[in-house]
């Protein structure tokens, strides 16, 4: 059973930094790609970031470049959205996911077969 677990999500003001975790476990392979979703109140599930597990390339919205970054610590099968500079837009549910089977583009939600629960992230101005 694949699970993935998310943690890290807060209310900051507006400037300030967080830093997300998602813990992965379950896998019969490893994922292809993960990636960082969120969704706000009234809006649909948009790609934050995505990373290429095997070639560690990395993909960001443009509202997030410059601000967020991707990574991962295979050694604890952890993914992490560091963010910084935080505005009040980027408050949302944010979610982890991970997709097995080989594609050559990950982007949309479609893409991922795995998510965790999310976790809210609330940035006051």
């Known amino acids: 059973q694949v699970q993935l677990v998310e943690s890290g999500g807060a209310s900051v003001q507006s400037g300030g930094s967080l830093n997300l975790s998602c813990v992965a476990s379950?896998?019969?392979?490893?994922?292809?790609?993960m990636g960082w979703f969120r969704q706000g109140p009234g809006k649909e599930r948009e790609a934050v970031a995505v990373?290429?597990?095997?070639?560690?390339?990395?993909n960001y919205a443009g509202s997030v470049k410059g601000r967020f970054t991707i990574s991962q610590d295979n050694a604890k099968n952890t993914l992490y959205l560091q963010m910084n500079s935080l505005k009040p837009e980027d408050t949302a549910m944010y979610y982890c996911a991970a997709g097995v089977r080989p594609r050559v583009d990950w982007w949309r939600p479609t893409d991922f077969a795995y998510w965790g629960q999310g976790t809210q992230v609330t940035v006051s101005s």
């Open positions: 379950g896998y019969w392979t490893f994922p292809k790609c």
């Open positions: 990373l290429y597990t095997d070639s560690g390339k990395t």
